[in-house]
């Protein structure tokens, strides 16, 4: 599953820096479902991931990144957060620039 991977890859990441999960937050771009059915995916791979950090993987903050998108009527391209917006000139669902997330890894330290 796509979520089982991104998790291992994750772990893969923070492992390779040793990182712990307390360290960082994770930055998702795109998607085309339920962002919050997404994120209780992916952190219930990540805990399977680093059983021994599952205090740490429950807390952690997933944020949501904006990602470009194009309304296919009016061709109008813009960016947000959302996971299948309407187009803010005609209303017609519109096309993802990014249909399968993205996770990225952002060291707290580093976050203002
Ligand atoms: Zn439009």
Same mark, same amino acid.
Do not use: K, N, Y
């Given at each position: 599953?796509?979520?089982?991977?991104?998790?291992?890859?994750?772990?893969?990441?923070?492992?390779?820096?040793?990182?712990?999960?307390?360290?960082?937050?994770?930055?998702?771009?795109?998607?085309?479902?339920?962002?919050? $059915? =997404? !994120?209780? @995916?992916?952190? /219930?791979?990540?805990?399977?991931?680093?059983?021994? *950090?599952?205090? #740490?993987?429950?807390?952690?903050?997933?944020?949501?990144?904006?990602?470009?998108?194009?309304?296919?009527?009016?061709?109008? $391209? =813009? !960016?947000? @957060?959302?996971? /299948?917006?309407?187009?803010?000139?005609?209303?017609? *669902?519109?096309? #993802?620039?990014?249909?399968?997330?993205?996770?990225?890894?952002?060291?707290?330290?580093?976050?203002?």
């Amino acid at each position: 599953m796509h979520e089982a991977g991104l998790a291992r890859g994750v772990a893969r990441g923070l492992r390779e820096r040793g990182l712990s999960p307390a360290q960082v937050r994770l930055a998702v771009r795109g998607g085309h479902h339920d962002p919050r $059915e =997404f !994120e209780a @995916e992916l952190r /219930a791979h990540l805990t399977a991931e680093m059983p021994g *950090d599952a205090a #740490a993987v429950a807390s952690m903050e997933i944020r949501r990144a904006v990602f470009g998108h194009l309304c296919p009527r009016c061709g109008v $391209e =813009f !960016e947000t @957060e959302r996971v /299948a917006p309407v187009c803010p000139a005609c209303g017609v *669902d519109t096309v #993802a620039e990014i249909t399968d997330e993205i996770v990225e890894i952002e060291l707290l330290a580093a976050v203002r």
